[in-house]
């Protein structure tokens, strides 16, 4: 690998609900199961990235409480570095993690806790981890001023960057100007371009829309139909790879950036990243969970050459 990754986001345990089905408002069902673990777009992607081989180096904010302890765990058991500062006066972060255990599919309220003290300043302490990285990577669950710091001191380093614009949210056209890589789902997608992207078309134009908007280029994800890649040299859509039935698709955009920013660091051409990317992607939603269903090298490997 060429140089490690880096990634700016936060950490939240997650307390996930399984359910015959999701509730409507004002509504009360009965749940089949439910589990606190590690989550946090941010720290899922790291970890993600960590456990198909590459060096990672997090960057956030958390409290001094048991989900800070949690997440420092899960970091060390996948290998990813902290560099994490610590909040003497805020929690950290929890998300509620609604799953249809019919279809895998989720509904989450994400609180980010100490994340949203993440400042340009915890960005400039940690900005030697970014400069020297292969691939620097962030979200829109910290606050955007930090994000858009990272990013700049990224770029001017020659950095490759990638934007995860996660959750939907609109995003400066100075962000997208600093991203080698925008990498939004459907929803994500919509959001930022107000074209509904519920079919290819939709993808390619939104891809595009993004592009002139200053991105690099655009990685719309389409869940089970694969990814929509837009470059300078054109459009290309991914299929999505099947590993088994879905369980849950929580984790499944974490998995597919993370291991998106671990082919590019190791210079895979952009379209062969994404088939990458899939591949885990489609190993983690047959996997309860967000982080503990991030697939190792081999696994994604196999999934690759029908192994």
């Known amino acids: 690998m060429a140089g490690h990754i880096a990634v700016l986001g936060i950490f939240v345990a997650d307390a996930t609900f399984r359910t015959s089905r999701l509730p409507g408002m004002g509504e009360t069902v009965i749940g089949e199961s439910v589990a606190l673990s590690p989550g946090g777009k941010g720290s899922n992607q790291a970890v993600a990235a960590a456990r198909l081989g590459a060096e990672v180096r997090f960057i956030s904010r958390i409290g001094r409480d048991s989900f800070a302890d949690m997440g420092l765990a899960a970091w060390a058991d996948a290998g990813v570095e902290p560099l994490v500062a610590r909040s003497d006066s805020a929690a950290t972060g929890a998300a509620a993690v609604l799953v249809d255990a019919a279809t895998g599919e989720n509904a989450i309220v994400v609180c980010p806790g100490a994340a949203l003290e993440i400042s340009e300043a915890d960005v400039d302490a940690a900005a030697d981890a970014i400069r020297s990285a292969a691939v620097f990577v962030t979200q829109f669950e910290q606050p955007l001023p930090a994000a858009a710091r990272a990013l700049a001191i990224a770029r001017e380093a020659g950095v490759t960057t990638v934007l995860n614009p996660a959750p939907a949210a609109d995003a400066p056209d100075e962000m997208l100007r600093l991203s080698d890589f925008v990498t939004p789902n459907e929803s994500e997608a919509t959001a930022l371009t107000g074209i509904p992207v519920d079919d290819e078309d939709g993808a390619?134009?939104?891809?595009?829309?993004?592009?002139?908007?200053?991105?690099?280029?655009?990685?719309?994800?389409?869940?089970?139909?694969?990814?929509?890649?837009?470059?300078?040299?054109?459009?290309?859509?991914?299929?999505?790879?099947?590993?088994?039935?879905?369980?849950?698709?929580?984790?499944?955009?974490?998995?597919?950036?993370?291991?998106?920013?671990?082919?590019?660091?190791?210079?895979?051409?952009?379209?062969?990243?994404?088939?990458?990317?899939?591949?885990?992607?489609?190993?983690?939603?047959?996997?309860?969970?967000?982080?503990?269903?991030?697939?190792?090298?081999?696994?994604?490997?196999a999934l690759l050459t029908g192994a």
């Open 204 to 301: 390619r134009r939104a891809a595009a829309a993004l592009r002139d908007r200053g991105a690099g280029a655009a990685v719309i994800t389409l869940g089970a139909r694969g990814a929509l890649f837009d470059g300078p040299g054109g459009a290309e859509f991914v299929p999505a790879f099947r590993a088994g039935a879905v369980v849950e698709t929580t984790g499944a955009g974490d998995a597919f950036n993370g291991a998106f920013a671990v082919a590019l660091a190791e210079g895979l051409d952009a379209a062969l990243a994404v088939r990458f990317a899939c591949a885990a992607a489609g190993i983690s939603v047959t996997r309860p969970g967000t982080s503990q269903s991030m697939p190792n090298r081999a696994e994604v490997g």
